[in-house]
């Protein structure tokens, strides 16, 4: 028999589907997030932005939506130095903390630990938080501040970065930006508006993150 002439079996065609069209999986959202996270902490993209994207992340079907969401973005996340900031472990994000002051004050200070996003809502009330003794269990915090006929007041450590976006209508929105001189400090965005309010977000004179790594390690051991 000659081998040669024996019929071929069919080759089974390639699977064709182009890259893009792949249906995205919970680590491809949650990698594009880390990426933007990152932008938002390193001053790329503003407040606006970043939160327009992450939703657009959330909703993307396929892997194809989530690319040009970080087309303009650097790609690659920088290894933290081994000697800079140690945060707690990564998690997905959860509900965010709320704080609510309706004609009565609310507080959060001393040692606590910061989530990824705390609602901050003043009517006719008043609202501390107090960030100079927390322990940040995450790079990247967003506080969402909304005052109407109240008062909303953020107190951070000198050396952290802070940022802010809002607006006041016949009150008060004032955020004092601060760039740490440590690449990997904690990152406080605070988000907002105030209508016959106040929002204000500044550092407190002499209070320092001084080892947060040494804090975390005794608070989580």
Do not use: C
């Amino acid at each position: 028999m000659d081998l040669d002439k024996q019929p071929q079996k069919p080759v089974a065609p390639a699977d064709l589907t182009p890259a893009t069209d792949i249906r995205a999986s919970d680590a491809d959202r949650d990698r594009i997030a880390d990426i933007l996270r990152d932008a938002l902490a390193e001053g790329r993209l503003d407040a606006e932005e970043h939160s327009e994207r992450i939703d657009a992340v959330y909703r993307a079907k396929t892997v194809g939506e989530l690319e040009p969401l970080v087309r303009d973005l650097p790609t690659t996340r920088k290894r933290p130095d081994p000697t800079a900031y140690t945060y707690g472990p990564e998690e997905p994000a959860g509900p965010a903390d709320n704080l609510i002051a309706v004609f009565s004050s609310s507080t959060r200070k001393g040692r606590w630990r910061v989530g990824r996003r705390t609602n901050a809502f003043a009517l006719f009330g008043t609202i501390e938080i107090d960030l100079t003794e927390a322990l940040f269990e995450q790079r990247l915090t967003v506080i969402n501040a909304t005052s109407i006929f109240g008062n909303v007041e953020v107190r951070v450590p000198e050396n952290i970065s802070l940022r802010g976006s809002g607006t006041g209508f016949f009150g008060n929105f004032d955020v004092l930006s601060l760039e740490a001189a440590d690449p990997e400090a904690p990152v406080v965005v605070v988000n907002g508006y105030s209508v016959f309010g106040n929002v204000e977000a500044k550092p407190k004179r002499g209070r320092l993150i001084a080892d947060l790594h040494d804090r975390l390690r005794k608070h989580l051991g």
